[in-house]
């Protein structure tokens, strides 16, 4: 993507198009993908992660989404789910998620349940590590290649950040396993940042991402003692890193001591 589309619908692949929120920050890069998908030709729409509760973000969702037949969250963070609510309201569709506390009109998502709206087949993948209830969609339809749907699982550049205690080393690093096992050219649709042409290439890459940083603060525990804070361990970590980030650093870091200690 060469330029960002806040405010206008931009076709990704025959089935998904996006409509980038503005909403950029540290945690969320240039802002919110949500992700509209339909066949050509189809009724309806399907509505993947509405956004903040940021009505003229939702006003142009709504209005690029004509009939919503469903709702779909990949995690309850904010910044995807905020805006549910009110776009149910408008549209009537239900939300479901698999957090049973976000969903509306609907029941709570299930591992390996199949979805067909608008034309549209989807698989639920759990995919919990960022938060424990973290979802994948696997996207097929009439002569298209398939697609994921990742949220915050896979972002299109960077890192995903781990929330302990909601999320957790161990489930995240099975979650990307089970990623790589997709087909090779399955295209992301992340939930931050561009798409991204072959998931398993991704995913391979985020899993040595994963050990290099583990070894890292093998490391440092040894300088520093083995009841070293995650404080001190970004510090003397991520010292070369702007230390704007140094907050999620410090979040992905505490869930790796998590993981080390309790191995």
Not at 102 to 110: E, H, N, Q, R, Y
């Amino acid at each position: 993507m060469s330029e960002l589309a806040y405010g206008r619908l931009r076709p990704v692949t025959p089935l998904a198009s996006v409509l980038l929120e503005d909403n950029p920050g540290p945690m969320t890069l240039d802002g919110t993908n949500t992700w509209l998908l339909r066949a050509p030709g189809a009724d309806g729409c399907v509505v993947v992660d509405p956004g903040e509760d940021d009505v003229p973000h939702l006003e142009r969702v709504a209005a690029a989404a004509g009939a919503v037949a469903l709702i779909l969250i990949t995690h309850r963070h904010a910044d995807h789910v905020g805006g549910a609510p009110w776009l149910a309201r408008q549209t009537g569709a239900p939300v479901r998620a698999l957090d049973p506390t976000l969903t509306i009109g609907g029941s709570p998502l299930i591992d390996g349940e199949v979805l067909e709206a608008a034309g549209v087949r989807l698989e639920v993948v759990a995919t919990p590590g960022h938060t424990a209830d973290s979802v994948s969609f696997l996207l097929d339809g009439p002569e298209t290649a398939q697609a994921v749907l990742t949220g915050d699982h896979v972002l299109g550049r960077g890192t995903t950040v781990i929330v302990h205690p909601d999320g957790a080393l161990g489930p995240y690093l099975a979650s990307l396993r089970r990623l790589a096992e997709l087909a090779p050219g399955t295209i992301v649709l992340p939930g931050h940042g561009p798409e991204l042409p072959d998931a398993v290439a991704v995913v391979t890459e985020y899993l040595q991402h994963r050990e290099q940083r583990l070894d890292q603060i093998r490391a440092a525990l040894g300088e520093l003692g083995a009841d070293a804070s995650p404080r001190q361990v970004v510090e003397h970590v991520y010292a070369d890193v702007d230390r704007s980030v140094w907050f999620a650093a410090e979040m992905s870091v505490r869930a790796q001591l998590e993981y080390l200690r309790s191995a």
